[in-house]
């Protein structure tokens, strides 16, 4: 798990593969101080596994389903990439709770400045959008952040100073993809909605897939006041 608080903003020295997997090289200091193989670090939001490192950087691998679901595939040498180790139990849980599981990508398509503050509009598709909702919480390229407004195609954050001066955030221009992972809790309580399918009734039987009786809907919701 990660709080989406960058610790370290690094730069892509080669990637190597294609769509098979791929091999990153990054060059980084503070996230390699105390680093071992076999330890995750966030690159992007993108939970990956140290495969070797030096005291300037470290490698690791992405599958091809990371690359079909984030903007890693997309690194060139020199990219900026935000940095973030694994949370310890002892640390402070400054942003939100972040699994490093990338849900998939957004385009940003408006940037504008509002006080000191720079605001991005992120367009999403439905797929994602139904979990995101004003105030609530949203990861986006590995950074921890309050959705300030929120439609059925787009949502919009607040990039303070500081957020901008110690991530790639402001580096983003309108037409470029980001990695969104969304509250994992809004994903558990759709699922907890949704039912769980019935048992298999066995080969050649009609047992298509319905809600379980014991499921949570509405009205549970409501008789116990919690809607």
């Known amino acids: 798990m990660f709080t989406g608080l960058i610790e370290e903003v690094g730069r892509v020295e080669r990637l190597e593969g294609s769509g098979s997997g791929a091999h990153l ?26 495969v070797r490192f030096h ?48 849900d998939g990508t957004g385009t940003v398509v408006q940037r504008k400045g509002e006080g000191l503050a720079t605001v991005l509009r992120i367009a999403v598709g439905a797929e994602l959008s139904r979990y995101i909702a004003e105030k609530g919480s949203i990861c986006v390229d590995g950074v921890s952040l309050t959705v ?41 309580v759709e699922r907890l909605l949704m ?13 298509e897939p319905t809600a379980h009786p014991g499921g949570i809907d509405m009205d549970t919701l409501r008789r116990f006041g919690f809607a």
């Open 195 to 207: 039912g769980a399918p019935q048992p298999s009734l066995g080969p050649g039987i009609d047992n």
């Open 148 to 188: 300030m407004g929120a439609a059925s195609e787009w949502f919009e954050v607040s990039v303070i100073p500081h957020t901008g001066q110690k991530t790639t955030l402001l580096e983003r221009r309108v037409g470029d993809r980001v990695n969104l992972e969304c509250d994992v809790l809004a994903k558990y």
């Open 55 to 102: 005291p300037a950087g470290f490698v690791a691998d992405a599958v091809p389903e990371t690359l079909r679901r984030t903007t890693l595939g997309a690194l060139a040498p020199g990219h900026a990439v935000n940095l973030e180790r694994a949370l310890r139990l002892t640390d402070r849980l400054g942003g939100h709770l972040v699994s490093g599981h990338v």
């Open 25 to 50: 090289h990054i060059a980084a200091r503070t996230v390699v101080s105390d680093v071992r193989a076999g330890d995750s670090i966030a690159v992007n939001g993108a939970c990956l596994t140290v």
